[in-house]
């Protein structure tokens, strides 16, 4: 089992900035992926950015050169989201996930920006 926890969520005005953060314990060892999606309103949830163990990154068209992923270290214990000039359509619930034997989720934290 994998528990993930974010914090960092709020309401900023567009443009603004907002970090996001996933703590993650349990059987971390196991995570060989962990990333963040959103939902929006009314629309399916989206991979935002993601990052593998190794340290590889991906992210999705709309938020390239805005938003970067990290993790702490090699070992699983935090994944962050750095979201830069953010857009009212950035506006969702940031969802920290994990992916290991399953998939795991974190229970979503509220990004508002304001235009």
């Known amino acids: 089992q994998v528990q993930l926890v974010e914090s960092g969520g709020g309401l900023v005005q567009a443009g603004g900035s907002l970090r996001l953060s996933c703590a993650a314990s349990g059987n971390i060892f196991s995570i060989n992926v962990m990333g963040w999606y959103r939902q929006a309103p009314g629309k399916q949830r989206e991979l935002v950015a993601s990052?593998?163990?190794?340290?590889?990154?991906?992210y999705a068209d709309s938020v390239k050169g805005r938003f970067t992923i990290s993790k702490d270290n090699a070992k699983n214990t935090a994944v962050y989201l750095q979201m830069n000039s953010l857009k009212a359509e950035d506006t969702a619930v940031y969802y920290c996930?994990?992916?290991?034997?399953?998939?795991?989720w974190g229970q979503g934290t509220q990004v508002t920006v304001s235009s």
């Open positions: 996930h994990a992916r290991a034997a399953y998939n795991y």
């Open positions: 990052i593998t163990s190794g340290g590889n990154t991906n």
